[in-house]
């Protein structure tokens, strides 16, 4: 079945640590890519999306994200995580036969040490 | 409000009773989407309308029911009959520009 992982529920970083967290998925040609952002009773902000080309890509907030096909992930990254980063992040997928459906993974809580 | 607004922000609701909340957009685009969340879990999906008058279940979409009399708005009703209705509820509408989807503040909704 198609499928998002993200395999950490809950990451704890120190601030100004550097910060990755992983997204694979499971589809046979390469989908839509999205990470969202969501703080506590909010809705989910966009960050940075992956449709083609480079595949490292940059996004709000000083996050980036790089494609690996041969992976099957698009992992997020952040050279230095600062408090207000604190939140629960997903990885979305979407086919673009699909209607635009989006698939998510189940996030990933971060916590920011100061 | 980034062109999409969901309403009320927090809902109760007696077991055994309908419930609607809201979702407008006033961006003129066609495609929008229900989403429910759990603690823990990812967002599910419960109906979506690429059209006018048109709406498609999701993954989820027993208990539920929706409507698309117009473009801008996409109310979706929780029945008595979904056994387990607290949750977060959010609405989304997609971009065809950029084939993104974007998100309304959501909609928290507790049975008493």
């Known amino acids: 079945a198609q499928s998002v992982t993200q395999p950490d529920i809950h990451i704890t970083v120190s601030e100004g640590a550097s910060l990755e967290l992983r997204c694979n998925y499971s589809y046979g040609a390469t989908p839509y890519l999205f990470w969202y952002v969501q703080s506590p009773g909010q809705g989910l902000q966009l960050l940075l999306k992956?449709?083609?080309?480079?595949?490292l890509v940059q996004g709000i907030k000083g996050f980036e994200a790089e494609f690996k096909r041969s992976q099957s992930s698009f992992n997020l990254r952040k050279p230095s995580v600062h408090w207000s980063d604190a939140a629960e992040y997903f990885c979305?997928?979407?086919?673009?036969?699909?209607?635009?459906?989006?698939?998510f993974g189940d996030g990933t809580t971060l916590t920011v040490k100061p | 409000d980034g062109g999409i607004t969901q309403s009320p922000k927090y809902l109760f609701r007696k077991e055994g009773q309908n419930v609607t909340l809201s979702c407008e957009q006033n961006?003129?685009?066609?495609?929008m989407y229900w989403y429910r969340q759990d603690p823990g879990q990812g967002l599910r999906l419960i109906y979506y309308s690429q059209i006018v008058n048109d709406f498609q279940k999701g993954d989820i979409a027993e208990g539920y029911s929706v409507s698309r009399e117009k473009k801008e708005s996409f109310p979706l009703t929780v029945t008595s009959a979904q056994k387990n209705p607290t949750a977060f509820y959010l609405c989304?509408?997609?971009?065809?520009?950029?084939?993104?989807?974007?998100f309304g503040p959501g909609t928290r909704l507790t049975v008493l």
């Open positions: 992956y449709f083609s080309g480079d595949t």
């Open positions: 989304a509408y997609r971009d065809p520009n950029t084939d993104t989807q974007y």
């Open positions: 979305a997928v979407v086919l673009n036969t699909n209607a635009g459906k989006s698939t």
């Open positions: 961006l003129n685009h066609d495609a």
